[in-house]
């Protein structure tokens, strides 16, 4: 009987550990797509300088999460999120017109980061 | 998310492998199998892939022994839980008459049903009473009484019941509960070595059974 039970709890913790990943998650590509909107917003208006500097708080927190991700994200997603971020850093100090492609590429693999462990039918199946 | 899709998986190969029949199985009950066959895939993709976290391999993992365990303990509860998940034997031949419906229902060919009875010794088919296709994939093959081999009960010969041998000394090395279990102590056992000519260290096997009967084998240099 005690195998059982502790059967029972270790899927209710791991029941607990799934649903709490996805609240860090969703919580982490909030954070960041907040600051990256910021940016965003802060390009449109032509102010560069306001929008590299909301790119970085948003970096700084992916890169703060850094232990997290390699531990529960795949690599390839982890690489797929800071090449984006790094891409549309240098294409904003650079004032080139593909930044705003480049906001659509990050926003995109921040979106794909939450779909991917979201508790909905096309991430399960 | 891998732990839900860990869990439909779980169940919907259960389900499939249940749908499958039980000769697919081997020696294996089905939530065994299942779990055996799942495991080593399971654990060979975060070691082969090193991007991947190494987490999308030890969940499920757990998540599956967690099912098996919860499911072997609840099927030992209930029998219609038992016999949904895991069948119940079919008896391909009753009274030495085959059931040929029953075979074909189980997939089970003449061939195969001839194969595991030579593999049982039994050389002919009308020497059988009764035949079982059991929930692990083996075949439980029981003779008419006469055709059964004689027993020393049967016989009238008196036998004397001297219980089963417990391994004392294993290559060398005392086994200490046994020789507790056995009812006796090291002085004992000091006294059968030296019966035997022979030092703890040299023994390659020893036994002893209920009527302290000892078997000693010793080490043989192996060049």
């Known amino acids: 009987m005690r195998r059982e039970v502790i059967a029972i709890v270790l ?6 550990i799934l649903l709490g990943n996805i609240r860090y998650l969703d919580n982490l590509v ?12 802060a390009w449109e208006r032509g102010d560069t300088q306001l ?41 904003l100090r650079d004032e080139e017109k593909q930044s705003r492609d480049d906001y659509l590429r990050l926003f995109y693999h921040l979106d794909s980061l939450e779909r991917m462990d979201a508790l909905r039918l096309s991430s399960i199946f | ?25 081997g020696e294996m009950e089905l939530s065994e199998f299942l779990v055996a066959s799942l495991i080593a895939d399971l654990a060979a993709n975060p070691l082969q892939d090193i991007g991947m976290p190494i987490l999308n391999g030890l969940i499920p993992i757990v ?9 072997s303990s609840l099927s030992m509860r209930s029998i219609r839980l038992r016999s949904f998940l895991f069948g119940k034997p079919s008896m391909l031949i009753s009274h030495g008459k085959i059931d040929q419906k029953e075979m074909s229902k189980n997939r089970f060919t003449l061939d195969e049903l001839m194969q595991e009875m030579r593999s049982q010794g039994v050389r002919d088919l009308a020497e059988v009473e009764y035949a079982f296709l059991e929930t692990n994939g083996k075949l439980s ?20 019941n001297i219980g089963f041998p417990r391994i004392l000394v294993s290559d060398g090395r005392l086994i200490h509960e046994n020789l507790q279990k056995s009812g006796h102590d090291m002085t004992w056992l000091q006294r059968q070595l030296s019966e035997h000519g022979v030092e703890l260290a040299g023994v390659f096997l020893m036994t002893v059974d209920d009527a302290s009967q000892v078997y000693c084998v010793k080490k043989e240099l192996v060049k």
């Not at chain 2, 998310?1 to 199985?25: A, D, E, H, N």
């Not at chain 2, 093959?141 to 004397?160: C, D, F, G, R, V």
């Open chain 2, 63 to 71: 998540t599956l022994f967690c099912c098996e365990l919860l499911i």
């Open chain 1, 51 to 91: 929008a590299v500097s909301e790119l970085e708080t948003a970096m700084e927190r992916w890169q703060s999460a850094a232990d997290y991700a390699h531990i529960f994200l795949r690599q390839s997603e982890i690489d797929a999120v800071s090449e984006a971020f790094f891409d549309l850093s240098a294409s």
């Open chain 1, 30 to 41: 909030e954070d960041i797509e907040e600051a990256v909107s910021s940016s965003c917003a």
């Open chain 2, 1 to 25: 998310m891998i732990f839900v899709r860990t869990l439909i998986l779980y169940f919907s190969l259960l389900m499939f492998l249940r749908l499958l029949g039980k000769r697919q199985l």
């Open chain 2, 141 to 160: 093959i029981l003779l008419y009484t006469s055709k059964q081999p004689p027993s020393a009960e049967k016989m009238n010969i008196p036998t004397e």
């Open chain 1, 11 to 16: 899927l209710i913790l791991l029941l607990g």
